[in-house]
């Protein structure tokens, strides 16, 4: 149990367009779910957290415009890289927790996104 | 301000061996919760194992084991019988205390060790 998926798992696109990434809870509904960006060899950076029905919580510094973030059910949430830009490439993963007292947190499989 | 602090950058161990990966973490807050993840080269974060900071017993799931030291304030992991597939990036990761005293769901993450087993 405790799947997470996420699509694309890597895309290339050009610089003004935007793209979009899915996470979904397979097995499991995920009340709150989040994006984080990770540089090469290093540690995961949160951008923001995703709640079922309401609007993003979005970390010091991260640009809500830019980052669209849209949870719209119980097993699914999108980020959309708007107008994209060569130094928005990086790596992209999701998290969705799990509904247990532990609020253990199950990733997707990431998506490299590289901008042209 | 919570922090978790994993200060070995990478590390070599033989097939079969046992290895230890340290993790010391930083918090006022009396109830916390501590993870380990593994990211092979892929990218996925996979979950290992998870130890809450009231648990009498250190966390064990298979080859897996969490050493806790409460007063020391450590959560090293222990891999058992390593295996050439266990090599990946392994990161420490603590659930962050709010300002006002009560747990978030946000994790903090260690910069994480770089595990190299050799055959």
């Known amino acids: 149990g405790a799947v997470v998926s996420q699509h694309p798992s890597r895309v290339i696109c050009k610089s003004g367009t935007s793209v979009k990434i899915e996470c979904r809870s397979l097995d499991f509904q995920a009340t709150t779910m989040f994006w984080y960006r990770q540089f090469p060899k290093k540690s995961l950076m949160l951008m923001a957290t995703?709640?079922?029905?309401?609007?993003?919580?979005?970390e010091q510094g991260v640009e809500k415009d830019k980052f669209l973030i849209n949870h719209a059910s119980l097993t699914l949430s999108t980020l959309t890289v708007t107008s994209a830009h060569p130094e928005d490439s990086s790596f992209y993963i999701c998290s969705a927790r799990g509904d247990g007292a532990k609020n253990i947190q199950y990733f997707g499989a990431g998506t490299r996104l590289s901008v042209l | 301000a919570q922090k978790i602090t994993q200060t070995q950058p990478g590390m070599f161990v033989q097939e079969k061996e046992a290895v230890t990966l340290d993790c010391t973490y930083d918090t006022s807050d009396p109830s916390y919760g501590l993870f380990w993840y593994k990211q092979p080269s892929s990218g996925e974060m996979i979950f290992l194992i998870y130890?809450?900071?009231?648990?009498?017993q250190n966390a064990t799931e298979g080859r897996y084991s969490l050493n806790f030291q409460k007063a020391r304030k450590s959560a090293n992991l222990v891999i058992s019988a390593s295996q050439l597939g266990d090599s990946a990036m392994y990161f420490c990761a603590m659930r962050e205390v709010s300002g006002n005293g009560g747990a978030t769901n946000k994790l903090i993450f260690g910069t994480g060790t770089l595990l190299a087993v050799q055959p």
């Open positions: 130890q809450g900071s009231y648990d009498q």
């Open positions: 995703s709640n079922e029905g309401s609007k993003a919580t979005y």
